[in-house]
């Protein structure tokens, strides 16, 4: 069953942390898992009239941390919020990573905006007791965040495309090096691709997808699987490696 809140959101904290990324802290009540995301009213007027999907970085107490990145009216006017402000949210949507699993060695394989939701992932496996290491893409230097939170919690390993920090090239590029027994990614359609088509099984993606309400009315944001087609906002955004189907 489908539960959503609605909430007033303070704002704490509003920090450029790399090249147009920005981290933000929201003081409230919170009862998220790893992999929801809230869905955020940027403005009061029409303009922009969708509200903006966010996944949740931390959270700790009554404080939640999503990390965002400029691009696009939405987020420009997000960036600009200042401490003190309230947002209006809905908050507990999506399905979340799924912690019940058995594998004891997993890899978190995170690009761009794909990173933030893994850290509070990787904080609750590390309760769990799980053996983690940590695989990050970014296009260049300038781009990269959390690396020195996620090494709290197992080894981190950084790609650049142009090669300008850690190993030149994808994350694939270390993935193929590693040895796991399970895997727990988010990040663009096209290196959840690459990573499905190399490990079919045995791992759960989270999609990066436009949602147009953000909690399954308007069916936009649908992803084919071996049941039918799924909604991203409501069956996912995180779904297991098996049931996906790409074309």
Known sequence: MLYIKMKKLKILSNDMIAKDVYEMVLKGDFNLRPGQFINIKVSDYDVPFLRRPISVADVFEDQLTIIYKVV???????????????????????????????????????????????????????KLGK??????????KEDIFLEEE???????????????????????????????DYYMTCGPEKMLLAILKSYPTNGQLSFEERMGCGFGACMGCSCKTLTGYKRICVEGPVMKSEEVIYE
């Open 150 to 180: 996620f090494s709290k919690y197992g080894n981190v390993f950084i790609t650049t495309t142009d090669g300008t920090y850690g190993t030149k090239g994808l994350v694939t590029t270390i993935l193929d090096k590693l040895e796991f």
């Open 131 to 140: 053996n983690l290491t940590i695989v990050l893409g970014f296009n260049s």
């Open 72 to 126: 696009g009216k939405g987020t420009e006017i997000l960036s600009k919020k200042e401490v003190g402000e309230e947002l209006d949210c809905l908050l507990n949507l999506g399905n979340g990573y799924d912690l019940n699993i058995e594998s004891k060695n997993i890899v978190l394989v995170g690009g761009g905006v794909g990173v933030p939701p893994l850290l509070y992932l990787a904080k609750e496996l590390k």
